[in-house]
């Protein structure tokens, strides 16, 4: 089990779908932080335009990465990224 999980979400300023992004990735730590009280996470909001070493990600925003590892972009599926999060517990 990692000490702290890291997670890091690319978003641009003004996406829709960054902002629905943003409301998912809460609602999926918030389940997380239920069930697993004692496992650590550090969440990053990352902006594109703002971070160059993110730009690969430009035509696939917004993109989750949970220890450096992609593992959702344009939409997220929250059952899909709660498994991720649980697997590393």
């Known amino acids: 089990m990692p000490e702290q999980i890291q997670l890091t979400l690319v ?3 003004g ?3 960054c902002e629905v992004a943003e409301g998912n990735l809460a609602r999926v ?3 997380f932080s ?3 009280p004692d496992t650590g996470y550090e969440v990053e909001l ?3 335009d703002s971070s160059p070493e993110f730009q690969k990600y430009t035509d696939e925003i917004p993109v989750l990465l ?3 590892k992609q593992v959702a972009f344009w939409r997220i599926d929250e059952d899909r ?3 991720q999060l ?3 517990v």
């Open 86 to 88: 649980r697997i590393l």
């Open 11 to 13: 978003v641009r300023q």
């Open 46 to 48: 990352a902006e594109i």
């Open 29 to 31: 730590l918030g389940r």
């Open 15 to 17: 996406c829709h779908l």
């Open 66 to 68: 949970i220890n450096g």
């Open 34 to 36: 239920e069930e697993y």
């Open 81 to 83: 990224v709660f498994e």
